[in-house]
């Protein structure tokens, strides 16, 4: 996935990711091929992650939740 945008782009590659959304599920299984590829290619992934949708409660609104999220697909937060 990442190989055609690397012709492209050196720098880095973004994904965003909706936590709590109907596409969380596709949204999750892109994540990890995404982060596969650019750590097989050694280019910087960044990963915008965002709580959405009717399955995001109060107690799970916050970016916590989804830095939680994020880790638990392999990726870390500078924050």
Do not use: F, K
Request: glycine share 6%.
């Amino acid at each position: 996935m990442v190989n055609a945008l690397h012709a492209l782009v050196e720098d880095a590659v973004g994904c965003t990711l909706y936590v709590g959304s109907p596409a969380q599920a596709v949204d999750c299984a892109r994540l990890r091929q995404v982060r596969h590829d650019a750590q097989h290619l050694g280019i910087p992934l960044v990963v915008w992650a965002y709580p959405r949708g009717e399955a995001v409660t109060a107690h799970c609104r916050s970016v916590r939740s989804c830095r939680l999220v994020t880790a638990t697909l392999g990726t870390r937060s500078p924050v």
